[in-house]
């Protein structure tokens, strides 16, 4: 499974991709919401674990 993981908090987002990758999962991280929107037109994910609170890009956006 490709995963995405947007947040802003570099440490939370690095334990929360360390955790993926060891379920054997596909991961890419990006800390704010405009390099998600750029991601997700680049790459196919099936999942995208997401922070509401953002920057640049609000993720409710």
Known sequence: M???VVEDE???AD????WLRDE???VDVVHDGAAALER???NDY???VLDRDL???????
């Open 2 to 4: 490709r995963v995405l």
């Open 46 to 48: 099936d999942v995208v």
């Open 40 to 42: 997700v037109g680049v």
């Open 10 to 12: 570099p440490r939370l």
């Open 24 to 26: 054997t999962h596909a």
């Open 55 to 61: 920057p640049v890009v609000h993720g409710d956006e």
């Open 15 to 18: 334990a929360i991709a360390e």
